[in-house]
């Protein structure tokens, strides 16, 4: 799947890109027959809302699936990332984030990725992008994301350590940098049906709610990063930030 | 105002009624300063989120308001108050919800209203209403009401008692008990630019996210209840569930 000239000058832009309808019938099928086994399996790289909660992400899926294996090398995923990020890439990191319904989740606080991944994992530079798959229907009532368009040509902002999940620190931004993000680039919210890819920059300037409904929102995030671009003084494991730089081909390409 | 038949035949199938640009120009203007007013002032009748937290509720801004008292006699506030409770009605309640930025309302867990005023204030029958108006622009950003129509039709629905803000003690419906009712009626989010007047059944089932945006979402919640609907054993201040049943008049009624 290859992005027109138009859509990465989009991304480029608005630091996002929202392409509905990627996957549809029986590829999405296979994808939330994933989702249901690692949903269903007992395993050991899951991060928790809180002690004995729900889920709040399943790390490093593709892992235990080869589904999601595959997902990585697939023309709908990993074309966009060399496309926009103009070479070789390898997977940093692979998760899959629920949105427990209810308000079993509580959201996430706005941030940007990138300095999370600079502090603890020693990513040389925002040479990454993120691409989500979207495996349930986001609709403004299961806590989709909102993103501020344009946010990420601002680079790094400043922002706070909260602590507030197990496992896991967020860099949270302040209210003020917050509020300036918003004055310049509003926000927009990421809906479309399951199916639909979600490409965005690891410095767009993002948060969701909780979700209180009774659907859930699973979203498989696969976060490509240029092979040059080296995790110099990594300190986190394997299955959050994946220091194996071997540059990734599509399965035609293998063949 | 006059509802129409159309309009009250709707309301009884949905449980509410949306009314766009009720309020405009001048009048939404003279509106929103009785709200600064309000928030200006130092007032003994507020909820707040946490002991020192942001405000959760200003009760009874008709007391202190001019403006306000003039609302709750207004032809755009009222007449569907009587059309709709056919009768006599008298002011059981006024609340202006904030709905606190930047996460600083945790937003309302899935309840019914009537269920608390018939334990607390003794409200013999849900023959109230609310009607809500819009005092800032409600976007899908800043922690819309979310409605689930129809959800009215089936009564007091199972809740469970949970106090998670000083002074209030909410009525929480139970999951299933949600999941039952959005799978029938769906969910509908009640979004409008300020002046918006949105008149809902004390039974609907509803609820809102925490509100993330920099932008407030101040709405004047006016609840109505019928003469003869007493309470027959409240418990209660006057600043929250008043008994005073004298019937309201519109202005030109009066003069």
Redesign the interface.
């Known amino acids: 799947m290859e992005l027109t000239h138009e859509q990465i000058a989009q991304y480029q832009r608005d630091g996002y890109l929202s392409l509905p309808g990627v996957f549809a019938g029986a590829a999405l099928d296979t994808l939330r027959g994933a989702m249901r086994r690692i949903i269903a399996a007992d395993r050991d790289w899951n991060f928790y809302e809180s002690e004995g909660g729900p889920v709040r992400a399943y790390n490093a899926c593709h892992w235990d699936e080869p589904v999601f294996a595959d997902l990585v090398r697939a023309p709908e995923t990993l074309t966009p990332a060399r496309q926009i990020l103009g070479g070789d890439v390898h997977l940093f990191q692979f998760k899959m984030n629920p949105k427990a319904p209810?308000?079993g989740s509580t959201?996430w606080?706005?941030h940007q990725d990138y300095p999370r991944w600079k502090t603890s994992d020693g990513m040389t530079e925002n040479r990454a992008i993120n691409v989500a798959v979207f495996l349930d229907d986001v609709t403004?009532?299961n806590?989709p994301l909102?993103l501020v368009p344009g946010s990420h040509r601002d680079g790094v902002l400043d922002g706070e350590e909260h602590a507030n999940t197990p496992g896991l620190v967020a860099l949270e931004l302040t209210?003020t940098v917050?509020?300036r993000a918003?004055?310049a680039g509003g926000?927009v919210?990421a809906k479309g049906p399951a199916g639909t890819v979600l490409v965005f920059d690891p410095n767009i300037v993002h948060?969701?709610?909780?979700n209180?409904?009774?659907f859930t929102r699973h979203t498989a995030y696969l976060t490509y990063n240029h092979v040059e671009n080296r995790l110099v003084n990594p300190t986190r494991e394997q299955h959050i930030a994946s220091t194996d730089y071997t540059p990734l081909w599509l399965e035609t390409e293998v063949a």
Chains 1, 2 share one sequence.
């Open positions: 209810f308000g959201g606080a706005w403004e009532f806590g909102f209210d917050v509020a918003i004055d926000i919210s948060a969701s709610t909780s209180i409904s009774p």
